[in-house]
């Protein structure tokens, strides 16, 4: 990041951080959980799938933050932040928290698509219904995490390849 670009206050760094402080323990909850599911004993029983979009929340969050987190302080540290003065820097400030706010969130939306990828793999693949197991929960934490720590670079990619997509399907109709 540059210092032109990176205009936060001190007030909303702090407040970044601890959000995402809060994620990572919220993130790491649920992955626990998700790992030791059968440990607990629930008045619901949790199917597979759910318990792997559960955990797979966990750990978009757990990489998000992660992420997120290395990103805020390395900039903190490195004073490649400043602090905006005037009402259009004021302006840039909100768009660089939202950047930041919304970051988890895109991550979780990831989560979801790696979830239904996945599923629907699985039911293409096979010819019957197929029962999931315990891999499942596994591959997908493991995906989600992945993909809540690229969040960012998901976002790029999906905007660069999906336009060209949309170009050559629809180009020559």
Known sequence: MTKEWFLLSRKKIKCLIW??????????????????????SLPVELTISMISIIGGFGTALLGSSIFYLRKLYKASINKEMTTPTSE???????GVYTYYFLRPIFALGFSILIH??????????????????????????????????????????????????????????
Do not use: P, Q
């Not at 039911?123 to 992945?146: A, D, Q």
């Open 88 to 94: 259009d820097e004021k302006i840039r400030e909100l």
């Open 19 to 40: 959000y995402y402080l809060i994620l990572f323990f919220v993130g790491l909850a649920l992955t626990l959980f998700s790992l030791l599911y059968e440990s607990f």
């Open 116 to 173: 239904i990828a996945l599923k629907a793999s699985v039911h293409i693949i096979t010819v019957k219904e197929t029962r999931l197991t315990e891999g499942f929960v596994y591959l997908m934490m493991f995906l989600s995490f992945f993909a809540g720590f690229a969040a960012g670079d998901l976002i790029t990619y999906f905007e660069s390849r999906g336009a060209e997509w949309v170009t050559k399907t629809f180009k020559n109709r």
